[in-house]
C-alpha cells in the first residue's frame, strides 16, 4: 500500500498560537501529580531488571575455587571476539582438569550480548547488573581474571544497587 506524505498545513486556530500552547500545559500539569521517574544519579542508583546484561564477573565455587575449566565456550561462541583464555593444566584433582591461567574480557569489543553466559557448561561467567563502569583508558577496559573474579565478590552479597541505596559503600571494579 502507497504510504501518502503530507506536509503540515495550519489550521485556523493554529494561527492563534494559544490553543495549542494551552493544550502543552495541560499535558505538563496532567503530570504533575504521577509518581516521578527522575532518580538523582550518582546520589541514587537506577536498580536494573533482573537479568541486565552488565559487567561480567568469575564465579566461584562455595570453598572459593575458580568456577571455569578454560574449555573456551564462551571465546567461540562471542560474536565479538572479545575474550581471550589462556588455559593450563588444574593442580588440584576435584574434577576439573583446566583452569584459566589468563581470562581477559574486551569491554569495549564487547556487545553485552550474554552468548558467552549462556554457552559456558559450568555456570561460570556471568553478567551481572553493573552497568555504570567506565575508565578514561583503553587499558582499564581490558578486565582480566582478577577483576572478574572481584566483580563476584562485590555481585555476590546482593544487588550492587540496592546496597548502595541504602547507603552500604560498595566500591565497583573499573569506575573512574
Ligand atoms: S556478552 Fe557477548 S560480546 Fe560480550 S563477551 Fe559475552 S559473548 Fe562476547
Ligand atoms: S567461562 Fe565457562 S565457557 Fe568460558 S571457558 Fe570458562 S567454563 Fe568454559
Known amino acids: 500500500m502507497a504510504t501518502v506524505l503530507r506536509t503540515y498545513e495550519p489550521q485556523f486556530w493554529d494561527r492563534f498560537y494559544l ?7 495541560m499535558i505538563t500539569f496532567s503530570r504533575i501529580f504521577v509518581r516521578k521517574e527522575t532518580i ?4 541514587r542508583k537506577h536498580v536494573p531488571l533482573e537479568g541486565y546484561r552488565g559487567l561480567h564477573r568469575l564465579n566461584k565455587h562455595p570453598g572459593g575455587r575458580i568456577k571455569c575449566v578454560a ?44 552468548f558467552c553466559e549462556i554457552a559456558c557448561p559450568e555456570d561460570a561467567i556471568q553478567l551481572t547488573e553493573i552497568y ?23 555481585t555476590s ?11 552500604e559503600k560498595v566500591e565497583i571494579p573499573i569506575s573512574l
Not at 19 to 25: E, H, M
Not at 40 to 43: C, G, L, S
Request: aromatic residues 10%; hydrophobic residues 35%.
Open 132 to 154: 555504570d563502569f567506565s575508565s578514561y583508558s583503553r587499558e582499564n577496559l581490558i578486565i582480566d581474571k582478577e577483576g572478574l573474579l572481584k566483580v563476584y565478590d562485590v
Open 40 to 43: 538523582q544519579y550518582p546520589e
Open 71 to 114: 574449555c573456551e565456550m564462551c571465546a567461540t561462541t562471542c560474536p565479538s571476539k572479545a575474550i581471550t583464555i589462556e588455559p593450563s593444566a588444574a593442580t588440584w584433582d576435584e574434577g576439573a582438569e583446566r583452569y584459566p591461567v589468563k581470562f581477559e574480557i574486551d569491554l569495549l569489543r564487547c556487545i553485552f550480548c550474554g
Open 19 to 25: 490553543p495549542a500552547l494551552v493544550q502543552g500545559l
Open 157 to 167: 552479597k546482593g544487588n550492587v544497587y540496592q546496597r548502595q541505596n541504602r547507603g
